[in-house]
C-alpha cells in the first residue's frame, strides 16, 4: 500500500484552502491573485472569523487539513492571541482575522488594484 503525497499545484492548493474555510463557516473570504507581484507566493487568500476562538479554530483545522490530506507543514504566527493568524503554506498565504483587526490593516486596499477592490467579491 503506497502513501503517497500528492503534488498539488498553487490552483489546486487554494482550491482546497477555500473549500476548508468555507467547511469552518470564514466570512468574507478574500482571494489576491499574487503571481507577478510577489515572490512570496502565488496567492493570498485573507478572511474573517467572527471571535478570537473562531480565527483559532479556523487557523488550526486549515493546518491539520492540508497536513493530513497532503503531507503539507504550514508556517503559523499568531495563533495564541487569534487576533490575526498567518497561515504559509508556501504557494499561498492565508491571512484569518478578527473583523476588528481586518478593518485596521486592510490589507486587501494594499494588495489589490483600485478595480480589483470594486470587483472584489467575498466569496
Known amino acids: 500500500?503506497?502513501?503517497?503525497?500528492?503534488?498539488?499545484?498553487?490552483?489546486?492548493?487554494l482550491d482546497h484552502i477555500l473549500t476548508s474555510l468555507d467547511d469552518e463557516k470564514a466570512e468574507e473570504v478574500v482571494t489576491v491573485d499574487l503571481r507577478g507581484k510577489s515572490e512570496m507566493g502565488d496567492y493570498m487568500v485573507i478572511c474573517?472569523?467572527?471571535?478570537?476562538?473562531?480565527?483559532?479554530?479556523?487557523?488550526?483545522?486549515?493546518v491539520d487539513h492540508l497536513k493530513q490530506d497532503f503531507g503539507r507543514a504550514s508556517k503559523v504566527e499568531g495563533k495564541d492571541t487569534g487576533d490575526w493568524v498567518l497561515i504559509d503554506t508556501g504557494d499561498v498565504i492565508?491571512?484569518?482575522?478578527?473583523p476588528e483587526v481586518r478593518?485596521?490593516?486592510?490589507?486587501e486596499k494594499m494588495w489589490l488594484s483600485p478595480a480589483d477592490q470594486k470587483g472584489a467579491v467575498p466569496v
Open 1 to 13: 500500500m503506497s502513501s503517497a503525497v500528492p503534488t498539488l499545484s498553487s490552483e489546486q492548493l
Open 48 to 62: 474573517s472569523g467572527r471571535s478570537s476562538r473562531q480565527v483559532t479554530a479556523i487557523a488550526q483545522n486549515l
Open 94 to 98: 492565508v491571512h484569518v482575522f478578527r
Open 103 to 107: 478593518e485596521f490593516y486592510q490589507l
